[in-house]
């Protein structure tokens, strides 16, 4: 072709507000840290129109450490032995990891509910996930010549969750990258106190990554958009256990 590309990016120590947009007013960010991002371009056209169309990008995105809230949700609501208590004390999650940096927040009502051990074990779970210190977050992604970003890999790293899932948001011209729909396919696992605290709950598969996670039964989908992740899918999968667990538990009673 008469006309080629070939070009890279490399951003050093950014702001993760800068790929994945400012929270919105009264709400704490979905992902806090510092990224790298390394990034390809290229492409080939009879034209500067048919370069510019054809072009494609290869994008790379890390962290070494930060603060993620992507699975953050409430099932105290999905349970009716649970006293409101808990129901308020699950909406007010969501600043204790962020004001301290590493401390992970614990619920104090943990064992005091009148629910079942398993069901308990959920709701706890909510505590431990909804806001957590990760080692590492990276993304490996495409943008094709339809302005759609595909995620071909997304991998979060902590010392008790790991999340490995894959997507793409897609393009709009007229919507801010953070508001772009957003779709993800996402497995997680767990290890440590959280892997233990939901044994009875039967949401845990036999078998465990590469990197010794015991994985949860079954993946979920997550949507919306960057701004505000729709997390409909992932409380649903919590809330039927929860459900199910509070029910045999009064059954046992």
């Known amino acids: 072709a008469p006309y080629e590309l070939s070009a890279s990016v490399r951003v050093d120590d950014a702001d993760a507000s800068a790929f994945f947009g400012k929270a919105q007013a009264g709400q704490l960010p979905t992902v806090e840290g510092r990224f790298s991002l390394e990034g390809a371009v290229a492409g080939a056209g009879a034209d ?5 169309g054809a072009a494609r990008q290869e ?17 105290a609501d999905a ?10 004390t699950l909406g007010a999650v969501g600043s204790a990891v962020g004001s301290l940096f590493g401390v992970k927040s614990q619920s104090s009502n943990y064992g005091r509910n009148p629910v079942s051990k398993a069901a308990d074990a959920v709701i706890n779970l909510t505590y ?6 990760f080692d590492k977050l990276a993304v490996t992604a495409e943008r094709g010549p339809d302005g759609t970003i595909r995620i071909a890999d997304i991998e979060v790293v902590a010392p008790e969750e790991r999340i490995r899932g894959s997507g793409e ?19 997680l696992g767990l290890r440590g106190d959280p892997a233990k605290l939901l044994a009875p709950a039967g949401l845990l598969a036999a ?25 409909s899918q992932w409380h649903d999968l919590l809330a039927r256990a929860a459900t199910r667990a509070a029910s045999e538990g009064k059954k046992g009673q």
């Open 207 to 231: 078998e465990k990554d590469d990197l010794g996670y015991t994985l949860l039964r079954e993946p979920f989908h997550l949507g919306g958009t960057l701004a505000q992740v729709d997390t």
């Open 128 to 133: 431990d996930i909804s806001e957590f210190e």
């Open 169 to 187: 948001i897609t393009y709009a011209r007229s919507l801010p990258f953070p508001a772009r729909p957003l779709s993800l396919e996402v497995r």
């Open 59 to 75: 994008i790379r995105l890390k962290s070494s450490g930060g603060i993620l809230r992507l699975l953050k949700t409430n099932v």
């Open 79 to 88: 349970i009716p032995e649970a006293p409101s208590p808990v129901s308020d």
């Open 48 to 52: 500067l129109g048919g370069l510019v």
